[in-house]
Nanobody, 123 residues
């Protein structure tokens, strides 16, 4: 199971850090991803971190502002979000891909999904 947390209300320009903790399955050697779904829109790709940690991919819309990191000892993946914009408002989901090192935004390549955590950015 994946448990996402850390969402909340923040003003534009602020920062939040989301966490995704895994139980029953380790993140080590698997790729963790983050997606988001804004109201009335489809779920979209945010970024991924492969187990090698050097193969991170990010959506153009968050590149340079969001960073994915991992704490293997805690079996937790993080999404650090800086310079937040109102358009970043969404429910954020973490996901785990067992079979792909770089699954990118192809959601069918992910095997486990967290329940989502809401991020609201006010202008």
């Amino acid at each position: 199971q994946l448990q996402a947390s850390g969402g909340g209300l923040v003003q534009a320009g602020g920062s939040l850090r989301l966490s995704c903790a895994a139980s029953g399955r380790t993140f080590i050697r698997y790729t963790a991803g983050w997606f988001r779904q804004a109201p009335g829109k489809e779920r979209e790709f945010v970024g991924t971190m492969a187990w090698g940690a050097s193969d991170n991919d990010y959506a153009d819309s968050v590149k340079g502002r969001f960073t994915i990191s991992r704490d293997n000892a805690k079996n937790t993946v993080y999404l650090q979000m800086n310079s937040l914009k109102p358009e970043d408002t969404a429910v954020y989901y973490c996901a785990l891909s067992l079979g792909y090192s770089r699954p990118g935004g192809v959601q069918t390549r992910y095997d486990y999904w967290g329940q989502g955590t809401l991020v609201t950015v006010s202008s």
